[in-house]
């Protein structure tokens, strides 16, 4: 009896992981979208992620306080590197994102952030002497060509700033980028849940502390709304997709769930079709299935 149940419960349990990854990989597409709605009230990007980590850090702390307690004492060492990662792989690359978002549709953003595993693969080569294959070179200038693609359609339609907050989002991609590398290397010796809480910690100390260097307490009162958006921004867009990312990866396995995230460009390009009132035209589609089968190519790639 208890045989015949075992592929059933097996299939149960991994699609429900997969729709685990597939919800997370929304959510955190959705940020984008959020961020958007936020600035129609003129908030800065200074303001935004510091709303947003600010919101964040009780559940983030909570679960770092948690994992401290249960956990051996980090090594010195091992302590400056987690503040590095944290700088890096969140306020730095959250800020960027933010910043880019300012000038260029939801949609193109989601597309440049999503290369990421590929500036992975390039800084694996460059630093690492990492061979890098047939099929990963063809995934690579088939997902560039797709953003190309892209880029110069917004270009064409958004003006000069388009090319100014693309540089702003590759950049955020760029140093998340850095942020997998060196983490990759500590999450076997810290563990996942403990470093992206500790990480995430920093990174809201760093991106609330800005805030309150370069704007006035006045800057705090903000309408109604913005303080909803934030909380949506902090906990549906930050909190539970890290999470959740994290359990998919637990259930299905890391590349299964990387796979099912690539529903994130699909996902941005129509909330932002539904929520911001942006265009969905042919070359956007184009340059939306170039980009994700450039990353599924990636996907296939054996380890």
Not at 242 to 251: E, L, S, W
């Amino acid at each position: 009896m208890k045989a015949q149940l075992n592929p059933s419960f097996s299939r149960k349990h991994y699609l429900g992981g997969l729709l685990i990854a597939l919800t997370g990989a929304i959510l955190f597409s959705t940020k984008a979208i959020v961020a958007k709605l936020i600035y129609r009230y003129h908030v800065d990007a200074v303001t935004l992620i510091g709303f947003r980590m600010a919101f964040s850090l009780p559940l983030f702390a909570a679960i770092a306080l948690w994992q401290m307690s249960k956990s051996p004492a980090l090594l010195k060492s091992e302590r400056w590197r987690l503040i590095g990662l944290g700088l890096v792989g969140y306020y730095l690359s959250s800020f960027l994102d933010f910043l880019g978002l300012q000038y260029i549709t939801a949609g193109l953003e989601r597309l440049i952030l999503f290369l990421t595993p590929s500036f992975v693969l390039i800084m694996s080569a460059l630093f690492f002497k990492r061979k890098v294959s047939t099929l990963e070179l063809a995934a690579l200038v088939v997902s560039y060509f797709g953003i190309v693609l892209v880029f110069l359609h917004d270009l064409k339609f958004g003006g000069d700033n388009v090319l100014l907050g693309s540089v702003m989002v590759l950049g955020a991609a760029i140093s998340y980028a850095v942020y997998l590398i060196q983490s990759g290397q500590m999450v076997t010796k810290v563990g996942s849940l403990r470093l992206v809480s500790y990480a995430m910690c920093v990174s809201s100390a760093a991106c609330i502390g800005q805030f309150f260097i370069l704007r006035p307490v006045s800057v705090l009162i903000q309408p109604t709304a913005v303080y909803w958006l934030s909380l949506v921004n902090a906990v549906f867009c930050t909190v539970l997709p890290v999470f959740m990312t994290m359990i998919a990866v637990k259930r299905i396995g890391a590349a299964t769930a990387s796979q099912a995230g690539m529903i994130g460009p699909v996902s941005t390009l129509f909330l932002g079709a539904f929520f911001l009132d942006e265009a969905i035209t042919v070359w956007q589609l184009g340059g939306t299935a170039l980009v994700m089968g450039g990353m599924y190519l990636l996907s296939k790639k054996k380890a």
